[in-house]
């Protein structure tokens, strides 16, 4: 009946909508996980103010 097929249609929607979070998050883990590498060894991520790039990397200054 039309219910049921809302009831899939829904939850279909809702795991699409589980993939692209999981994707979110995915590339959230790795940034941060990048930033601790960085925040070990003495670097960090700048952004180029002058092109809006972020990823330089540059040696902390003391």
Same mark, same amino acid.
């Given at each position: 009946d039309s219910l049921q097929e809302?009831?899939?249609e829904s939850l279909e929607l809702r795991r699409q909508q589980l993939l692209a979070a999981? *994707?979110?998050i995915d590339v959230h883990v790795a940034d941060f996980q990048k930033?601790? #590498?960085? *925040?070990?060894?003495g670097t960090r991520p700048?952004?180029?103010?002058?092109t809006? #790039?972020?990823?330089t990397l540059r040696t902390l200054e003391s």
């Open positions: 809302i009831a899939s999981e *994707a979110i930033y601790l #590498v960085l *925040a070990d060894t700048i952004s180029d103010c002058s809006g #790039v972020s990823g």
